[in-house]
């Protein structure tokens, strides 16, 4: 017996099953992440009582919504069950402006036969463990810390660049992985910001967004030491492709590629030549 619901706190293990058997980088706490925030759709294929597959969106207001997570468990593919777990995110999601997500090449194909089109390439690289040496930028001064006293700074400079509203992101990031969240202000203002967090398999960096690529460069270059030691993956945009070359520089080795894709129209205003790093696919 199948049933298509909504996605609960107690489906967190086993959503996080389908994702690891498929080599992805989310933690439990991503999944809570998503569950928990009344505003996300997240649903839930169920067959014979086990989860046979998972489709969510992350809501930053009506604005936009982001779709991700899209799995099916091997034993039940073939079955049409992604077409209709998208076909009612998208039925849910009809008062929101705009819907994107980050398709793999796999997945483009369905996509566009629902009536999404592409936008821009993102590009992943991975590091595995190795150590880097911290080497300083001269023209901008030293990346600080980003506490809680700065959220709401940080939450503004995101909005101007990115052209929604993602608070609920940007707050849960910095609070819950602080050590990767640092920025880098110019005359009292941000002018460039990173944050990251905790993977099963590796530490993502991302978002980042900056004035310039060389502000993108001072951050890269101060916390990269941080990490030594640990395997990390940044999700590059398309847009920067001198991001691209220089992080192969540090280390960095290009994995894989997903295209941005959006819903019909894309109605989103934001700065895509200040956007370096996204949060990944399942975040946008």
């Given at each position: 017996?199948?049933?298509?619901?909504?996605l609960g706190i107690q489906d967190a293990v086993p959503a996080l099953a389908l994702s690891s058997a498929e080599g992805w980088n989310q933690t439990e706490k991503d999944w809570l992440f998503l569950i928990q925030n009344p505003e996300n759709i997240c649903l839930a294929y169920e067959?014979?009582?086990?989860?046979?597959?998972?489709?969510?969106?992350?809501?930053?207001?009506?604005?936009?919504?982001?779709?991700?997570?899209?799995?099916?468990?091997?034993?039940?593919?073939?079955?049409?069950?992604?077409?209709?777990?998208?076909?009612?995110?998208?039925?849910?999601?009809?008062?929101?402006?705009?819907?994107?997500?980050?398709?793999?090449?796999?997945?483009?194909?369905?996509?566009?036969?629902?009536?999404?089109?592409?936008?821009?390439?993102?590009?992943?690289?991975?590091?595995?463990?190795?150590?880097?040496?911290?080497?300083?930028?001269?023209?901008?001064?030293?990346?600080?810390?980003?506490?809680?006293?700065?959220?709401?700074?940080?939450?503004?400079?995101?909005?101007?660049?990115?052209?929604?509203?993602?608070?609920?992101?940007?707050?849960?990031?910095?609070?819950?992985?602080?050590?990767?969240?640092?920025?880098?202000?110019?005359?009292?203002?941000?002018?460039?910001?990173?944050?990251?967090?905790?993977?099963?398999?590796?530490?993502?960096?991302?978002?980042?967004?900056?004035?310039?690529?060389?502000?993108?460069?001072?951050?890269?270059?101060?916390?990269?030491?941080?990490?030594?030691?640990?395997?990390?993956?940044?999700?590059?945009?398309?847009?920067?492709?001198?991001?691209?070359?220089?992080?192969?520089?540090?280390?960095?080795?290009?994995?894989?590629?997903?295209?941005?894709?959006?819903?019909?129209?894309?109605?989103?205003?934001?700065?895509?030549?200040?956007?370096?790093?996204?949060?990944?696919?399942?975040?946008?």
């Amino acid at each position: 017996m199948a049933c298509l619901r909504t996605l609960g706190i107690q489906d967190a293990v086993p959503a996080l099953a389908l994702s690891s058997a498929e080599g992805w980088n989310q933690t439990e706490k991503d999944w809570l992440f998503l569950i928990q925030n009344p505003e996300n759709i997240c649903l839930a294929y169920e067959i014979d009582g086990r989860l046979a597959g998972t489709a969510t969106a992350i809501k930053f207001g009506n604005e936009l919504a982001w779709i991700g997570m899209v799995l099916v468990h091997e034993l039940h593919r073939g079955k049409g069950i992604s077409k209709i777990l998208l076909t009612r995110l998208l039925d849910d999601l009809k008062s929101c402006r705009c819907i994107k997500l980050d398709a793999t090449p796999a997945g483009q194909p369905v996509y566009e036969k629902l009536g999404f089109c592409e936008e821009y390439q993102v590009h992943r690289l991975i590091r595995h463990p190795q150590s880097y040496v911290r080497s300083e930028h001269n023209t901008w001064q030293l990346p600080e810390k980003i506490n809680v006293a700065f959220i709401e700074e940080i939450i503004d400079y995101d909005q101007k660049n990115y052209g929604v509203d993602r608070s609920q992101l940007i707050t849960y990031l910095i609070r819950e992985y602080p050590e990767s969240a640092w920025m880098i202000k110019d005359k009292g203002k941000v002018a460039g910001f990173v944050l990251g967090r905790n993977g099963s398999r590796f530490h993502h960096l991302g978002p980042m967004t900056a004035d310039s690529v060389e502000i993108s460069k001072a951050l890269f270059s101060h916390i990269l030491p941080n990490f030594n030691g640990q395997p990390l993956v940044a999700d590059v945009s398309g847009n920067q492709p001198e991001m691209l070359e220089w992080l192969k520089t540090a280390g960095f080795i290009l994995s894989r590629s997903f295209m941005r894709m959006y819903f019909e129209v894309n109605c989103i205003v934001d700065v895509p030549e200040k956007q370096f790093l996204i949060s990944g696919p399942e975040f946008g």
